[in-house]
């Protein structure tokens, strides 16, 4: 079983899926189909915000419709509330975070950079406060919580890895982001924490995802050594983006699959066209997920890939 690929949907039920969506989620259903693996379904709406039974459901039907199953689950972060706290407990307990009273307008106004997908480099502004101030701001504040980062020049902030399909990847945790979040200031654990803690649990050992979330994944294997898990594999898939270049999301409604599913008789066409662009199928073949497998293989996808790849219906 240790040697078994176990791979994970993990979507936010926070709209009806894009194409972009179904291109990620195809692309880690192959990855673990391809290798006789075993799929987790997550649904991540850790954030109150994201309680959407009615957008849940259509997930899951949608998923059955493109024919991508799973073995375990529907897994619900919001459920899972006492084993993200004790991770924190744990990593409280090591000395490892501080309370952060920075609001999110001080942040943005900051003098610091922002990295490439819009994470603050925080200044460590509140890492040095003494216990007096702390319990001052405390009164005035709900306070987030922040997790100490090495300083730059310390190795073990230095952080490398491998990527299935950009290949290797080299972050310095100070440079890039800083000191992170770990708890928000409304007493929900924040994502970072979250995923590390789910993916370990359930066993995740291949992470595929947008490309987008790449510059989450150091942050998460710092999290991972800290909590003495075990390290997945990575693999960040292209961003599909409409002809002007802007990305595809659900707020837009960029091709949306309840429009898809209205005016298309079955998902092979709309299959076809995204296993196209990573050289999966021919120009204009309709496929079925079952179909793809055995033509599956992350060379093929890693020669095929751009960081973004044009996408038309």
């Not at 790449?214 to 909590?227: F, K, M, N, V």
Request: net charge negative.
């Amino acid at each position: 079983m240790k040697d078994t690929v176990v791979g994970r949907f993990a979507p936010t039920p926070s709209g009806r899926m894009h194409a972009g969506n179904v291109f990620a989620a195809l692309m880690a259903w192959l990855g673990v189909r391809s290798a006789g693996g075993q799929m987790v379904l997550r649904i991540e709406d850790l954030d109150p915000r994201a309680h959407n039974p009615e957008a849940v459901r259509l997930l899951l039907d949608d998923l059955h419709w493109l024919g991508l199953d799973w073995d375990k689950g529907p897994y619900y972060q919001s459920d899972r509330s006492e084993v993200y706290r004790e991770a924190l407990r744990t990593l409280e307990d090591k000395g490892l975070t501080y309370p952060c009273f920075c609001t999110r307008a001080e942040l943005h106004a900051a003098t610091a950079p922002h990295a490439s997908d819009g994470t603050v480099l925080y200044a460590g502004t509140c890492r040095g406060l003494l216990a007096t101030e702390v319990e001052r701001r405390r009164a005035l504040r709900a306070p987030a919580t922040r997790l100490i980062v090495p300083d730059e020049g310390d190795p073990s902030g230095a952080i490398s890895f491998y990527d299935l399909v950009f290949g290797s990847q080299r972050e310095v945790l100070a440079r890039t982001c800083g000191d992170f979040l770990v708890r928000r200031s409304d007493g929900v654990v924040a994502y970072q924490l979250a995923v590390v803690v789910d993916d370990a649990l359930m066993g995740v050992n291949q992470v595929v995802r947008g490309n987008d979330l790449l510059g989450s994944s150091a942050r998460q294997i710092y999290l991972q050594r800290l909590l003495g898990y075990e390290q997945p594999t990575y693999a960040h898939v292209p961003l599909l983006v409409a002809p002007d270049g802007r990305r595809l999301s659900k707020r837009d409604r960029d091709l949306d699959l309840g429009e898809i599913r209205a005016h298309d008789a079955g998902p092979e066409r709309l299959l076809g066209m995204l296993a196209t662009t990573v050289g999966l199928a021919q120009e204009g073949e309709a496929v079925s997920a079952s179909a793809l497998v055995e033509r599956f293989s992350w060379d093929r996808v890693r020669a095929a890939a751009k960081e973004n790849i044009v996408f038309e219906s």
